[in-house]
Every structure is written in C-alpha cells, then in structure tokens.
C-alpha cells in the first residue's frame, strides 16, 4: 500500500511510511532485550524502497513497557 501510495506524491513533498505494531506483555522481553536484531528484521523487510519507513513498536495495555520503541529504517 505504501509503494502504491509514495507513486502518487507530486512536486518536492517527502514520503515516509510508518507501521504501527502492538507488542504484547508476553513479547516484551524479547523486543527488549533484541532491538538490533529486531531492526535488521525491518531492514530486510524494507528492502530497496527508497523512502523512510518507520516502525513503531507500541506496548498493549498491560505491558510494563511505557513507551514505544520506533526504527526509522
């Protein structure tokens, strides 16, 4: 959806794509403890496009994480 919508930017705007992902309590650990490992994940699922893509890993409620964790790849 994205790559179809950056085609449709006119003129000198900047496109930046951004995806929400809900982190449940159970995973908190994990995305923690591997933000590198998490961040090559995004890279690779990024690929060649050439504009930013941000992914914004947010807590559900319950976590003991208060804030999101963003990679802008």
């Known amino acids: 959806k994205m790559d179809k919508n950056v085609s449709k930017i006119k003129g ?3 496109f930046i794509g951004w995806i929400n992902i809900s982190i ?3 995973y908190q650990c994990y995305v923690s403890g591997n933000k590198q490992k998490i961040e090559e994940f995004f890279r690779t699922i990024k690929c ?3 504009y930013k893509v941000i992914f914004c890993l947010k807590p559900q409620w319950g976590c003991d994480l208060k ?3 963003i990679f802008e790849v």
Do not use: L, Q, V, Y
Request: proline share 8%.
């Open 48 to 50: 060649d496009r050439k």
């Open 67 to 69: 804030e999101a964790i």
């Open 24 to 26: 449940h309590p159970k």
């Open 12 to 14: 000198n705007k900047k």
